[in-house]
């Protein structure tokens, strides 16, 4: 796994960590009360502590080092074993910012003039103002703009007959990191909190339903309008059907009379209607300007380059490459394309076990590729480009494809597919299947493949952005994996569209057009119902059918109606439903965790008049629907559930990482106390958990998940920093069954833990 990917956040939560210890420690030199110091310094030392567990685990090798002294200083203060000298002080603080810098300059790739040895020696023998100064004292820096493309600690060169190259686009030829960097030079900065941006993301979005309301106003005022000229008509009708009364001198002049006041109030009222709706009109078009610009302003605030999730591909290919044999190289473009950092945060994941993916199913050993005529090393192409609203990125091997026969067997033998079904099936179905959670081609379970997890939840991924998925492959050729993205979670374009008594949207992005379905023209296939458009036959459905409402045929009452082509690109269908009500812009609010499970519904959007709509996800509906009918009766799959405890969030979102990339349910908890918690609202088969941790400790919470009968069978895997032999046997003793220490940890030998702890109690 690239940890690469994590050296953002750990940058920041150090930044973090090394305040609090600066904050503290010119608290402590005021502090005059016991009970307030001990508070500091207990404060302190989980900082530092903190810092030394991630840091080891991301190889952040000196920083460990570092903090480690640190925490060995401040647990001798602790103990009342010596005191805070202002010289003991002073290198303290010095090597907060020494902590700093070595994370700074090792994410970029550059030296570092930090010299970790001489630090130590002065935490040790600091007695004097004539401390070694490593730094100059200038506090805790703040941390520069992440880089594109952060260097691991540790660079080895790449295997022979393996590229990990980077390629510009044609207008460039520098560097990829320089490429990232040149956007912010010259430009001052600031840190945002990211929660910030996203409160400022929400307002932004609640400007946009308040706009909408306002122009449902405008439109009001214009009926106005529309209703005071239908009462001029009314009145100049009463004026020529009194002239052809038979009426008195007198009656007509008293008649006319009051004509003259209707006609004169009704003059003033559209004066007075028609210059509100002007005024009203502008001050609407001028507010939708100032959100939409509001709104493009905190999007861009928002945007990352894409060249961030490429950073960690080239060493994935390397990695890999070592453990398949293979030889590979990766070629990336459209690396200055932005996206919402969420929806990056999101794809990171699916992108690289999508590359992975390519250099272990796509490419082939060398020797085949030779015997196919092919170069020995095989070509991995990640592009990215804008295309109107939407981002499209595109991952392509030259390998040798997927066999559609080959998944159609295999689906068969998985109990996925009857035998009948699969020999119907069409080639670009087949390839569908790769997206089935527990699908998989690979003969070994290895650590990269095997295991039946992973396209399933890149599937997943993306649909929760409101994107999509396509498969494209020739045999012997290599695949395509084309992943289609919103440039920004802001808003989202919906079409409304009304399907008996309720209104529903739909994502734009999912729409790719609107026919016309006469009721004389459908088609029975099979016993599914068809229409022909632009020569291809598409499966008709009506909407109301896949939710499962209890609405008549829209054909019931009309002979044509309006039909949604959505789904797939490889297998489209047609929607039914009973009108197309709008298309517009909207902010997709979610639904909370009481529909968290209803993956067919994305969100709920707010209309201009307070009316709310739920957002579908086609695509899952229509998925859905098909494995009720191709899948036979085939045993579901059940994740395993596992509950992450830590309050480091850079550990937190390092583990849950590891363990979500290897097919788990995964839920992150911030100390024992959260942990305990949620154990009480849902059942876990797994806990893997820090050991010092605020409220309740590691020790505390496996003492409690082994005295409640209902958690008391639950494994517990206990990852710290404690690595001697006491903490080993007191947290084996408390019922842990596994014990790992922060500076040994690897992956692989998590997974394999997990793993053996969850066959033993299956």
Not at 450 to 476: F, K, P
Not at 543 to 548: K, P, T
Request: charged share 20%; glycine share 8%; aromatic share 4%.
């Amino acid at each position: 796994m690239d940890l690469s990917s994590f050296y953002h956040q750990f940058r920041e939560e150090s930044v973090e960590n090394v305040r609090v210890l600066g904050e503290g420690l010119l608290s402590l030199e005021q502090a005059t009360d016991p009970g307030e110091q001990q508070a500091t310094i207990a404060q302190i030392f989980r900082a530092m502590h903190t810092i030394k567990g991630s840091a080891r685990m991301l190889g952040f090798d000196e920083v460990g080092r570092l903090a480690h002294e640190l925490e060995t200083v401040l647990g001798e203060m602790r103990q009342g074993k010596r005191a805070l000298e202002r010289p003991l002080a002073n290198v303290l603080l010095r090597s907060g910012d020494a902590i700093l810098e070595l994370i700074n300059a090792t994410i970029e790739g550059r030296p570092c003039p930090v010299n970790v040895d001489e630090l130590i020696g002065g935490l040790g023998d600091a007695q004097t103002d004539a401390a070694p100064a490593a730094m100059p004292p200038t506090g805790a820096p703040e941390a520069p703009p992440a880089p594109a493309a952060p260097a691991p600690p540790k660079a080895a060169p790449p295997p022979r007959g393996t590229s990990t190259s980077v390629t510009p686009p044609p207008s460039t030829t520098v560097p990829l990191s320089r490429v990232v960097n040149q956007r912010h030079q010259n430009q001052p900065t600031i840190r945002v909190r990211v929660d910030r941006l996203d409160r400022m993301l929400n307002l932004a979005g609640e400007l946009v339903i308040g706009q909408q309301s306002l122009a449902t106003h405008g439109e009001q005022w214009q009926v106005l309008e529309d209703k005071c000229a239908q009462q001029r008509a009314a009145l100049t009708g009463l004026e020529e059907a009194l002239e052809s009364m038979a009426l008195t001198g007198a009656q007509r002049k008293q008649l006319a009379q009051h004509l003259n006041n209707v006609h004169a109030i009704s003059h003033d009222v559209r004066g007075l209607v028609h210059q509100e709706s002007d005024r009203v009109m502008r001050h609407t078009n001028q507010h939708a300007q100032l959100v939409k610009d509001l709104e493009q302003e905190v999007m861009r605030a928002r945007l990352l380059p894409i060249a961030t999730v490429y950073a960690g591909l080239p060493r994935a290919v390397r990695d890999l490459t070592q453990t398949t044999g293979h030889e590979a190289k990766i070629e990336l473009y459209g690396e200055t394309v932005e996206l919402d950092r969420k929806v990056l945060e999101l794809i990171n994941d699916p992108l690289l076990h999508l590359v992975r993916n390519a250099v272990d199913h796509g490419i082939e050993p060398p020797s085949e590729r030779e015997a196919a005529g092919k170069p020995p090393y095989g070509l991995i192409e990640v592009r990215a480009e804008t295309v109107g609203g939407k981002v499209k990125i595109v991952i392509s091997d030259d390998g040798r494809g997927m066999d559609p026969q080959r998944l159609r067997e295999r689906a068969v033998r998985l109990g996925m597919l009857s035998a009948e079904a699969a020999a119907l099936m069409p080639d670009s179905e087949a390839f569908e299947l790769i997206f089935q959670p527990g699908f998989s081609t690979a003969a070994q379970i290895t650590e990269i493949s095997g295991r039946g997890v992973g396209m399933d939840v890149v599937r997943a991924n993306l649909t929760d952005l409101g994107g999509q998925v396509e498969v494209e492959s020739e045999l012997g050729h290599g695949s395509r994996i084309i992943l289609t993205l919103p440039l920004t979670l802001v808003t989202t374009r919906v079409l409304l569209v009304r399907t008996g008594r309720s209104i529903f949207a739909l994502p734009a992005t999912s729409c790719y057009g609107t026919v016309w379905a006469y009721h004389n023209e459908i088609r029975s296939l099979e016993g599914q119902p068809t229409i022909l458009v632009e020569e291809r036959t598409l499966a008709l459905i009506a909407l109301a059918e896949l939710l499962g409402l209890s609405e008549p045929s829209p054909f019931s009452r009309h002979s044509r109606v309006p039909a949604i082509i959505t789904g797939s690109n490889q297998r489209p269908v047609a929607l039914l439903v009973d009108e197309l009500v709008d298309e517009r812009e909207a902010v997709v609010k979610p639904l909370g965790p009481l529909f968290e499970k209803h993956q067919h519904f994305g969100g709920a959007i707010q209309l201009g008049d307070g009316t709310l709509v739920l957002l579908l996800n086609p695509v899952q509906v229509i998925q859905n629907k098909r494995s009720n009918i191709v899948v036979s009766q085939a045993p579901a799959v059940q994740r395993s559930r596992l509950l992450v405890v830590d309050d480091s969030f850079t550990t937190r979102e390092l583990i849950c990482s590891i363990l979500q990339s290897a097919g788990y349910e995964v839920t992150p908890a911030v100390d024992g106390a959260d942990a305990l918690a949620q154990m009480q609202q849902q059942p876990y088969d797994l806990v893997v958990s820090d050991i010092e941790m605020p409220r309740v400790d590691g020790f505390g919470l496996t003492s409690q998940i082994r005295a409640h009968p209902t958690t008391s069978r639950v494994p517990v895997i206990l990852i710290t920093s404690l690595a001697s032999e006491e903490h080993r046997r007191r947290g084996l003793e408390a019922g842990a069954q596994a014990y790992i220490v922060k500076s040994q940890f690897d992956q692989e030998s998590l997974l394999d833990v997990v793993q053996q702890l969850l066959g033993t109690t299956n």
